[in-house]
């Protein structure tokens, strides 16, 4: 899995890029074929206070391209909220993809 972490009128500290590993460490223990992530921790220049913060994440996976995006007034929380989408996401691709082992129906002569 790559992972790139890039921030947008923010210096990305070792705290913040562990934190971000951490919380996307859970999307690679439910769904192995991640191939690349990329998230953008932005901060804008907003006149309101409670959505200063912004996450952003594009997961690829075998098979398609997942994003989510999360606005808070702390950006760890933007975090947060951001892993749990994603792990929705996740999830819900996995789902899909399974072979579910669905017999077909039998015919009744």
Do not use: W
């Not at 192995?32 to 006149?47: E, G, P, W, Y």
């Not at 909220?81 to 399974?98: F, G, N, P, T, Y």
């Amino acid at each position: 899995m790559n992972l790139t972490i890039s921030g947008h009128h923010l210096d990305v500290t070792p705290a913040l890029r562990a934190y971000v590993t951490t919380k996307l460490d859970r999307i690679t223990r439910h769904f192995d074929q991640v191939v690349d992530v990329r998230v953008l921790l932005t901060i804008d220049n907003l006149k309101e206070k409670d959505l200063r913060q912004r996450a952003e994440c594009n997961i690829h996976v075998k098979g398609k391209d997942l994003f989510a995006e999360s606005a808070h007034a702390d950006l760890y929380a933007a975090l947060d909220d951001l892993a749990d989408k994603m792990d929705r996401q996740v999830l819900r691709h996995k789902d899909k993809a399974q072979d579910h082992n669905q017999q077909p129906a039998k015919r009744m002569m």
